[in-house]
């Protein structure tokens, strides 16, 4: 499958939602609100006044930002005028376990008295455990629908006095590289939760052994593990930024750095944000996922761009998969490729704008 039929693939999975939700507009009342809503549409059924609609998507954020019929959230930071304020609450099945967990404490924050849950989803995203996830905290969780390859479940769930927090769902763990230790936060939903990634383990090997130069962006920066130990590695780099699409991303990153005393601005971001400025290296470990299926078009749509974000001789550092092909795309983009680090399954590659490389593999 090319990258992207991978990527309709997925809108197609929104679409479907929305779909098997509208032949049950009879199920909704009050206020709704829609908790993990996969594409930048509302679903045709009764909303209510003004729904809710929660994201961890910046690009969806800021697209259902423009929309005057809804109120928008970017992530799990809620006000104390959200609590109870919803009658309906929508949960589209998150793609980690651990997500729909703290989604659903979320519920409880959320929902009225007599509020209810309907969960929604496909069965290749797993529903069936959802629900049931949802079925031990609600013992009426029944399924009400199966269509478009997705089935959709209610229940009643009792709301919460207890405020919700995200920070409450932020957990700590040790990563050390090259002789350098930090703390990182993790969070349900988070790239790489609770461990050191390979890929960037070996982009950090490389940092260590060719050091870059300031200022460094940190480009799909997740919990910041890279700026935080770059800057506890080799503290004269100064300041690095971090981008992130995802909201547990942008405030775990906020979180490591806080910890490890590093600076740089955080931004939630859906690719490189044109008035982003330059840098005299942009470091990554980007995506190539999109739900469960290998997706490159994100990491083709930054490639296309970064040029233009690095300074006159400035470099890319860029981890990926060996079996993915960006050393053509890093050439017809930015210049020759080096290759720093190679084997079985990654590649660092580095190259600079407007200066022809040099190649070294070890
Ligand atoms: C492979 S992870 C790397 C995370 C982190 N740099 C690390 O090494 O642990 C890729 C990150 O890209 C982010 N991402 C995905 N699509 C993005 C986009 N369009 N713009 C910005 N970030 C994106 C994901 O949220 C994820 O945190």
């Not at 005028?81 to 519920?107: N, S, Y």
């Not at 409880?108 to 929604?120: H, K, M, W, Y």
């Amino acid at each position: 499958m090319t990258a992207r039929k991978a990527s309709n693939r997925d809108q197609n999975g929104g679409r479907n939602a929305l779909a098997a939700l509208a032949r049950n507009g009879e199920l909704f009342r009050g206020r709704v609100g829609l908790l993990g809503l996969p594409i930048a549409e509302l679903p045709e059924v009764p909303l209510g006044a003004s729904p809710l609609v929660i994201t961890e998507h910046a690009g969806l954020a800021t697209a259902l930002e423009q929309r005057s019929d809804c109120q928008v959230r970017f992530g799990y930071q809620m006000t104390a005028g959200d609590q109870r304020t919803v009658d309906t609450l929508v949960i589209f099945v998150p793609k980690a376990r651990e997500a729909l967990d703290m989604q659903l404490a979320l519920a409880r924050f959320l929902l009225a008295e007599n509020g209810q849950v309907l969960l929604v989803g496909e069965k290749r995203e797993g529903i069936a455990g959802a629900a049931r996830q949802l079925q031990a905290l609600a013992p009426d969780t029944r399924k009400v629908d199966s269509a478009r390859h997705c089935q959709v479940w209610v229940a009643g769930l009792a709301a919460t006095e207890t405020p919700f927090e995200p920070e409450q769902w932020l957990r700590w763990h040790e990563v050390e590289c090259a002789g350098t230790r930090i703390s990182v936060a993790g969070m349900p939903g988070i790239f790489s939760d609770g461990r050191l990634d390979e890929g960037t383990a070996r982009l950090l090997e490389s940092l260590a052994e060719t050091p870059v130069q300031g200022p460094v962006l940190d480009f799909a920066c997740g919990a910041g593990v890279i700026g935080a130990w770059l800057q506890a590695h080799s503290p004269n780099t100064g300041p690095i930024d971090g981008i992130d699409v995802q909201a547990q991303a942008v405030f775990c990153a906020h979180h490591t750095y806080q910890r490890n005393q590093a600076s740089g601005r955080i931004l939630a971001s859906d690719s490189l944000p044109g008035e982003l400025g330059r840098y005299q290296t942009i470091v990554t470990n980007p995506p190539f996922h999109s739900g469960v299926h290998t997706d490159t078009s994100m990491t083709e749509a930054f490639l296309s761009q970064v040029k233009q974000h690095l300074e006159p001789g400035g470099e890319l550092r860029l981890v990926a998969n060996r079996f993915l092909p960006y050393r053509e795309l890093i050439e017809a983009q930015i210049g020759e490729c080096n290759l720093l680090f190679q084997d079985s399954r990654f590649t660092v590659y580095q190259a600079f704008r407007g200066k022809p490389g040099r190649r070294r593999t070890r």
